[in-house]
């Protein structure tokens, strides 16, 4: 075959072929139909804050079809408690962003005495993202998460604590503190506002 129809028909495979179903990816903020068969519960539809209870003067808001926070403090909260559960999310945070995804909280605000805080704050000092605040830091694998997308995972299954970021994983520890309460989005801990994105939120009760 002469080498420009060679090129031709390679261009035109490319551009004509598909790939199969199952190696499609997911649409944001929906579930796959393996997540759905699995357990997973969506928390975020992409369109609306329903469902999530805030606290707190943070400037929550749907941008982009993300959970977006520029400044104020607060937080996101699941209306139910959660036990034992897979949770995760993408996160897009700026420099100056302080935040965190609180997990067992009490009744109440949520808060360092009454939640686990699995944190997103990559210049912390002691504790910097994909640490468990108080409990087990990241340091020395702190992942490197300002300006990009990147994935947020939480484990919990009784006293077993798991943390992590891209994959890696950044905290694992037991703990018997804590045993079930709900879920938490944050913003603007510790004073620290800025620029903090979320998507693709999901949990599957264990």
């Not at 975020?44 to 403090?73: C, H, N, Q």
């Not at 891209?166 to 694992?172: P, V």
Request: charged share 20%; aromatic share 8%; glycine share 12%.
């Amino acid at each position: 075959m002469p080498r420009r129809c060679s090129i031709m028909l390679s261009l035109f495979v490319l551009l004509c072929w598909t790939p199969p179903a199952g190696a499609q990816q997911p649409a944001a903020n929906a579930l796959s139909a393996s997540e759905a068969a699995d357990g997973w519960i969506l928390l975020f539809d992409g369109r609306t804050l329903s469902g999530l209870l805030p606290t707190g003067d943070a400037d929550w808001k749907v941008e982009d079809g993300t959970i977006t926070a520029t400044m104020g403090t607060g937080f996101l909260a699941t209306p139910r408690p959660y036990e034992n559960f897979e949770f995760k999310t993408e996160v897009w945070i700026d420099q100056t962003a302080n935040s965190g995804v609180f997990f067992r909280c009490g009744e109440g605000n949520p808060g360092a005495r009454t939640c686990y805080e699995a944190n997103i704050f990559d210049t912390h000092a002691e504790w910097p993202t994909g640490s468990i605040n108080n409990l087990k830091t990241s340091k020395p694998n702190t992942p490197d998460t300002i300006g990009k997308w990147n994935t947020f995972e939480i484990l919990a299954n009784g006293n077993h604590l798991t943390i992590k970021v891209n994959g890696q994983t950044t905290a694992d520890v037991q703990d018997e503190r804590l045993s079930s309460g709900t879920i938490a989005l944050q913003e603007g801990g510790g004073g620290g506002m800025g620029l903090v994105r979320f998507r693709n939120v999901k949990v599957r009760p264990r």
